[in-house]
């Protein structure tokens, strides 16, 4: 599960490791430009650009390119320089190095006695975090995520709520990582509960969305790493997920949610929070593992409502190899081959564990049963007792007896028993068109479609102050319209002129 | 020194256990509990020393026992919960052997299973899984919660021949499980009732005792009248609902009809 949260990072050897580095430098203090911009304009957006640019920075961080921003941005008498140098654990010699390249453009600087916004301090303390868990320094970076984390707290501006997120995300990313790791209930990841309460209590005081939709899907992963499903469920009771959350936490939130869901047997909500959080996930390439864990999860749901998933789901390229398990659990539960079930789940127990769908597959033994009785329904008008029971590898007569009477009851077969003559009679099946289903189904899809448009319109953006120039726009149009009515009122844009025009015509 | 008058009060309380001396145990068992808040161990901290976090663990696991014996859940439940942050504690503080974990939870899951809340039963088994897994030790060799885990399969199934099978007091693990086989019985007689109804047209009353678990033909009768069945010529004939249903159902969805056009009507004005 740990892969959902974070894309693959591979290294790459680059081939002038000079220019690259200084090009890192520099792309890193040009984002310093968008974080002043964003707190000048008040604009999210700009903080946005550039903690997306992490990303493709991430590959080329090192602690050099780190120690030559700090070098450069900081006066060298600066504490929270200090403390940033710190952390990347350099030693003297080397960031002396750093400094003697940089001479020339420090002794410019000088004269610039400004001190950098808190945003840009954060900003380039995450960069260091993306560093440090790159470099699997997991006991480091969570104890300097947890100083991070707890200024961020202190500071509280609105225009750092962004930042704060993302602070929080790789504070409880290192935590997961220490030693002893979940579900064990001694992982530090029980201890950082208390901090993030508290982060999710100041962030909804504060109204500071960003960080409450971030905090939030942390604590419910927090929980559900350790199985407390209970309290990830009074968790969702107690809060409101914030309207205007990020898709990503929004795909998130509705992945945990769905899981929650699906362990207390509430598989239609449990598959609409799924549905969702499958077609909220990203569609490039990033975010696979996020993809693969939540499909994954909506299979088995699907399962257990007596659906079988659409045979394409099994082919896009992105999914094909590691649902393959699933494939062929679907295919078992497809025929109701009970023994076929069983084995399946023996040869990937491991797999399943792994996956956290262990106990939800065993679930599905009833549902293959019924499967089976389904189909056995459907190719006999009249079967006996002991027919059914050698089919699907009961243990008795009487069981079988007992489960095709519960089936009937169910819904899930139209047929009578006949006690005293051992057999099952299947009546006959209805038209379909005669009761509720079209209809129904036809009212699903219509509100889908409403709730596409309704969340289309949501997301739409709206440039601040733009009516005003619009009313301005109009306002001259209607003047030039009234000198034009004056003038020809007038007379002196004459119609001859006019008329004339038309003429070869 | 309320350590050793809480070892004396153990030792009384498994005598009474071992008697069925319920009431002198639930005596017995408030001053335990006392003596363990003198101990400062009834909730136990990372100052508590080891002899004591065992003898609390003792005192709650015996209390426990004895609410279910004296059929009271609610207390039971009550033990339960105290009983969770003891068997959290990691091996090295808190040793495993001695400790009757597994029946306790065991029996929480049965009591959880014949209240019908298979939500918090499957909320604990995934919970468990989780454990043994990271342990490596399965939850196959574990009798006495593979005994609720088998019921419930067996339920879900509907497999009734053999949950009345499990019942028996032979399968049972524990005596303390029996206790829960009446709850159970009743639970598959009533949903064996409601299958009946829908999958047999009728149903000879001979049939129908085999069926129901019952053990005399007039217990069948005297049940047919509880849930208001007709019993005519030695058969039993279950009341027909269709026609009822159907006649309601035409009216209900002409209802939901109009009310979803409607709806689109509302919502196609918003979007033209």
Known sequence: MSDTMEGVVTEAEQPTPENVEQKTVADIRSNFTLLERAVAQFDTRFTLRALRSISSLRKRLDERVLCSVIVLTYSPSNATARVLIEAINMDGKAIQGVVAQYKEEIDQNKGNKQDPLPEVDVYIAILIQVYLYDQKEYEEGAEFSTQLVDKVRELNRRTMDTLAAKAYFYFSLFHEELDPKPPSKQSPLVSIRGRLLAALRSAVLRKDQETQASVTTLLLRNYLATADITQADLLVAQTQFPATAPNNQVARYLYYLGRIRAIQLSYTEAHENLTSATRKSPTSTVAAGFYQASMKLLIVVELLMGDIPDRATFSQPRLERALEPYFKLVQAVRVGDLQGFLKIVQTYASTFHRDGTYTLILRLRQNVIKTGIRMLSLSYSRISLRDICVRLGLESEESAEYIVAKAIRDGVIEAALDHENGFMQTKQAGDIYATREPGEAFHERIQACLSLHDECVKAMRYPMNQHRLELKNAQEARERERELAKEIQDGDIDEDDAAGDFDGL | MAENELKNVLQQLHRSLQSHDYQQSTTLLSRAKLALLHLNALIPSEKTPRPHLQLARETLEIGAITSIRLKDPESFTRYFQQLQPFYALPAEVLPKDGSNA??????????????????????????????????????????????????????????????????????????????????????????????????????????????????????????????????????IYFPAQEEDLRSRDILVSSDTVIEHTLGYARQLETIV
């Open chain 2, 102 to 235: 597994s029946k306790i939870t065991g029996l929480y899951l049965l009591l959880l299973l014949s209240d019908g809340d298979y939500a918090g039963f499957h909320t604990l088994l995934e919970m468990l899984e989780m454990v043994a897994a990271q342990t490596g030790k399965g939850l196959e060799d574990d009798a006495f919660i593979q005994y609720p885990i088998r019921l419930e399969r067996a339920l879900m199934e509907g497999a009734y021949d053999r949950v009345w099978g499990e019942t028996k007091s032979e399968r049972v693990p524990s005596e303390e499980f029996g206790l829960f086989s009446e709850v159970l019985i009743g639970t598959i007689r009533k949903e064996i009732a409601s299958c009946s109804e829908k999958a047999y047209p009728s149903l000879p009353i001979d049939d129908a005792k085999s069926l129901l678990f019952l053990d005399s033909e007039g217990a069948v009768v005297e049940f047919a009248r509880e849930i208001g069945w007709v019993v005519k010529d030695g058969r």
